[in-house]
């Protein structure tokens, strides 16, 4: 029987972004992928895959993959649907759009898409030509990274990041918030090696996470804290003389009035607010100052707070402070998405004449209250079609009891188009099945590296599975559009989009064939390259602003401070039984909740958990293993309580992503979690979540894994 070899990308929302081996077998009942590896030749990838992807054939050939479209027979929610055929949905979607946009306009449709592929193709062109050309309302992405990213970009102009191979040239490496021993699992082969060069390795998180079992320090500060805490170093670099003059006349602006904002965070008044040793907090400040190259890492999760963006604004000037921005070995590591940046009007033609003006913008954070209430939406007309792809809103946003209630409205059409039936697919009217990534053309460029990689497909479509492309090709004839650029086939759409973002250096020499030949390409960069090493900085003022003069004009704070979410107060209680403050971060073996169907992944992970300090369960009462209920004003669930000392007292911890049929009583975390927007950029604020935990008093069925 013939094998072939074919050239893969990992799609999930990981920085990491894998280069995948797919041998496929040419048997008599057509081709299939009989193994999947880590690609030796990707240099990030190195051969292996984490534990979520390595099993990725298992959710590809899964029983329960969606293989038809279907119609819903049953109350929304119940997931009773008959199967239908493509041309039968496509007519339906059609009519019902097209009434919908006829009597309210293009605003009373929504698409919602987000993470379950970051492919240019099936991500960014298909969430942005058809709905750019009908006229929708736009969704303001701002689930994940957006504090981060507006506040990374007012302090130094663009998210560039060292090359992961400079990570082992660290002498100070502090993860902030971030957990790459689950996230960003390549990076950790790095860390590893820069630590047995003598690298000391900081942790500051709540918990001790597997990034911090192994750190040389873990400092474990109250949530939303970190700004004061980050303040505070700025006071002690200053009064132990640490600051770096020199670079800071030539490269940034504000450092004066920086200081002085910095100079009543004293570690004596820190250590009150982050719970924190005073002479820890000096400690750390002595170790950056003294050990360089010195970098900081950050991801996404550290955001999730009401004071997020100036959390991460604050922590961003720490190296630049120490004259550590620029240094090979150095500087802040938060993501390489600058360093490319596409076409955007190649992506998704929104100047093209045939498109309106976008109609408004609907945070992705508020879908609960934009189904539910019309204040919401001001003078707009309500949400009459939502069409959700490559997202799991019901599982993964926030307030998800709104949300649901949202979906259960009868005078909305919902289109999802899946690979499985989750906890959102239950609500559609109609269903599309969705291929997997071995059954569809894309283009991933990673954001924890600097490599391009082309995925080409492996096997032909599963049953009646399209791509997200091609599903949305297919709507827009059902609709009579004819624009050429959205009856193009994938291939000649990342042609366009490559042609088009040419003149981009770090595309110098990159083109689709070479894509093709290579399978994965790096980035023309200097062989050299350090982010920010030629002094140019792509801020208005040109430098690094510490003081950002943008801020000001948006009405917020210019330079970082430090506020408290106005849910968690700094004053919060650790004495009695009161609330505690649940952060709901990554499962070590889910993505988000994408893979939860995979049996092995649910073994891993176990049934759905909160893991509480064994004083928070003491004085509730609760026993590690006992079935309790974790709820506030939004709504609540009932989880295991795991009772551990990985975690600081008042704070609890359960993972993000798992489905609602996961849980006894159909629900995850995200029904707690709130949909207050943060400071910054409309950011959602899932780790701000005041929750009080009691032991549950009925009699429980066993959660399902
Ligand atoms: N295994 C796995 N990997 C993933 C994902 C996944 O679901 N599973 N998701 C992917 C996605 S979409 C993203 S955005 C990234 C996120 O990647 P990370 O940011 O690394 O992961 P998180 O678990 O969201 O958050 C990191 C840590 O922030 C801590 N934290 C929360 N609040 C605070 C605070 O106030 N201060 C401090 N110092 N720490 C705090 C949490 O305890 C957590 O350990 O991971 C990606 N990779
Ligand atoms: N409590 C809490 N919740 C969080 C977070 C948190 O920290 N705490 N983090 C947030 C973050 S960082 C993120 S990024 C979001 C992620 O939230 P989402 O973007 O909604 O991601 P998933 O929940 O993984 O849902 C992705 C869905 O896409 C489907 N899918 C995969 N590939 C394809 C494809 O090619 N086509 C189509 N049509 N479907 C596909 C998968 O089956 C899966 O059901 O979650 C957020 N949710
Ligand atoms: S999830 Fe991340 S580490 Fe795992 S295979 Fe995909 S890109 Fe690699
Ligand atoms: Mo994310």
Redesign the pocket.
């Known amino acids: 029987m013939a094998v072939r070899s074919i050239h893969g990308a990992c799609p999930h929302?990981?920085?990491d972004t894998c280069g995948l081996t797919i041998e496929v077998e040419e048997g008599r009942a057509g081709a299939r992928a009989r193994a999947l590896r880590g690609a030796a030749s990707h240099s990030t990838t190195r051969g292996w895959l984490?534990t979520?992807v390595r099993d990725y054939l298992d959710w590809v050939y899964h029983p329960e993959r969606l293989l038809t479209p279907l119609r819903r027979c049953g109350k929304k929610g119940k997931g009773d649907f008959t199967p239908i055929s493509w041309d039968e949905a496509l007519a339906e979607i059609a009519a019902r759009w097209t009434a919908i946009l006829a009597t309210e306009g293009g605003a009373a449709l929504l698409p919602y898409s987000y993470?379950g592929t970051l492919g240019l193709l099936q991500m960014s062109v298909a969430s942005s030509r058809l709905w750019n050309r009908l006229g929708a309302s736009g969704l303001e992405r701002s689930i994940?990274?957006a504090a981060a990213e507006a506040a990374v970009r007012a302090t130094l102009g663009a998210r560039f990041a060292p090359r992961l191979d400079d990570l082992r040239r660290c002498k100070l490496l502090v993860l902030?918030?971030?957990?790459?021993a689950?996230?960003?699992p390549h990076s950790m082969a790095a860390i590893r090696e820069a630590q047995r060069a003598g690298c000391e390795l900081v942790v500051?998180?709540?918990?001790r996470?597997r990034s911090a079992k192994t750190a040389d320090l873990h400092l474990a500060?109250r949530?939303?804290?970190?700004a004061a805490l980050a303040l505070a170093l700025i006071h002690i670099f200053e009064a132990e003389g640490a600051i770096d003059w020199p670079y800071l006349h030539q490269h940034a602006i504000g450092a004066e009035e920086l200081l002085a904002r910095a100079r009543s965070f004293t570690a004596e008044r820190v250590a009150a607010i982050t719970g924190l040793e005073g002479e820890a907090i000096v400690d750390l400040a002595r170790r950056m100052a003294r050990r360089k190259p010195m970098m900081i890492k950050i991801?996404?999760?550290?955001q999730?707070?009401g004071n997020g963006g100036q959390l991460v604004r604050a922590v961003a000037c720490l190296p630049a402070l120490l004259g550590q921005i620029g240094k090979r070995g150095g500087g802040l590591f938060y993501t390489t998405s600058d360093t490319l940046r596409w076409n955007r009007d190649a992506v998704g033609h929104a100047d093209d004449p045939a498109c309106p003006p976008t109609p408004r913008m609907v945070n992705m954070n508020r879908l609960g209250a934009a189904l539910t209430s019309s204040s919401e939406l001001g003078d707009g007309p309500p949400i009459r079609a939502l069409y959700v792809f490559g997202a799991n809103p019901a599982a993964s946003a926030p307030n998800a009891g709104l949300i649901a209630r949202g979906l259960a409205r009868d005078n909305l059409f919902t289109v999802v188009h899946e690979l499985f039936l989750t906890d959102t697919a239950r609500y559609a009217d109609i269903v599309l099945p969705a291929t997997s990534q071995l059954e569809q053309l894309d283009l991933h460029k990673g954001y924890g590296h600097h490599q391009l990689t082309l995925n080409q497909p492996a096997i032909p479509p599963r049953g009646e599975a399209r791509s997200n492309w091609d599903a949305q090709r297919a709507i827009a004839a059902a609709l009579g559009l004819d624009e050429p650029w959205l009856r193009a086939d994938g291939e000649q759409v990342l042609r366009e989009i490559l042609a088009a973002s040419a003149s981009q250096p770090a595309l110098a020499g990159v083109d689709y064939q070479r894509l093709v030949a290579e399978g994965t390409v790096e980035m023309a960069l200097a062989d050299d390259y350090v982010p920010f090493a030629d002094g140019v900085f792509p801020t208005p003022s040109g430098k690094i602003e510490l003081y950002c003069e943008g801020l000001a004009e948006q009405g917020l704070d210019p330079l970082p401070a430090h506020h408290p979410p106005s849910e968690l107060a700094d004053d919060q209680p650790t004495e009695g039984a009161g609330p505690l403050v649940l952060?709901s971060?990554?499962?070590?073996?889910?993505?988000?909740s994408s893979l939860v169907p995979l049996a092995r992944l649910q073994r891993l992970e176990g049934p759905p958990t909160v893991e509480l300090h064994p004083n928070d369960a003491a004085r509730r009462g609760i026993e590690d293993g006992q079935h309790v209920r974790v709820y506030n004003e939004r709504g609540g669930l009932e989880l295991v309580a795991r009772v551990t000392d990985t975690i600081r007292p008042g704070v609890a911890?359960s993972t993000?992503?798992r489905w609602g049929r996961c849980s006894t009583d159909g629900r995850n975390v995200n029904w707690t979690t709130p949909d207050a927007l943060a400071d910054l950029a409309g950011q959602s604020t899932f780790?701000s979540n005041q929750v009080w935990v009691e032991a549950a008093t009925e009699d429980l069925k066993p959660p399902r894994g």
């Open positions: 929302d990981c920085p984490c979520k993470s994940c990274g902030w918030g971030h957990n790459p689950s996230t960003a500051i998180d709540p918990r996470t500060p949530p939303a804290t970190d991801a996404d999760g550290l999730r707070h952060i971060g990554a499962a070590h073996a889910f993505i988000n911890f993000k992503g780790h």
